[in-house]
């Protein structure tokens, strides 16, 4: 498509779809992801990643489905702006609020456990503030980090902050690359993973 012959690499869907229909079962949200994967895929020969929300009931088998259907990349995870409500005007009010370290976890969970186990390219979006969190997400197996709310509190300089503390931390573990450190602690390197 259009986008493609602008010059654009690579396409990340990011679907925000907040299913409120009480008779819409889980399956035919999937397939509505599905379905436009597939459209998309058609449309361009770019790579193609779909951004992923944490709400589907079997979120491995979604991935390995989006694989299945030519999902380049997959990213974990999408943020859904939640308005709140405004007591003394009893109304409801947006509420956009940045990434903080604390929403890393569930993220770091899913690629450690997709590390390996499927074919496509694992990126980590939401809670990397800090170069701690990129270090991480490295370990747990993400091939990209995204960085938003960092680089709004720092200024695009922030990129380098990281890339050199992930420097040093690769040279204090006598790491020569990022291939070294990635999926070190992922379910596929575990003794248990249960």
Known sequence: GLIED???DAIELNVYYVPTDVEMTGRE???MYLDLLRQVK????????MKLSPFFSSTS???????????DGLV???RFYQPDIDIRTT???PRFELSTSAELPLRLRWIAILFGRIQASLALTGGVVAPQ????????????VQMVSALLNHGPSYVSVMRKALEQWLEWNKMGSL????GRLSLKTTQDPE
């Open 133 to 144: 969190d990129g270090i991480k997400a490295v370990l747990v197996g993400a091939d990209v």
């Open 91 to 93: 109304t409801v009010v």
């Open 29 to 31: 949200i999937e397939d």
């Open 6 to 8: 602008a010059g654009a």
């Open 179 to 182: 291939a070294d450190a990635r």
């Open 61 to 71: 088998n979604m991935a390995k489905r989006l694989v299945h259907e030519g999902a």
């Open 76 to 78: 974990f995870f999408n």
């Open 42 to 49: 058609h449309s361009v020969t770019i790579p193609v990643a």
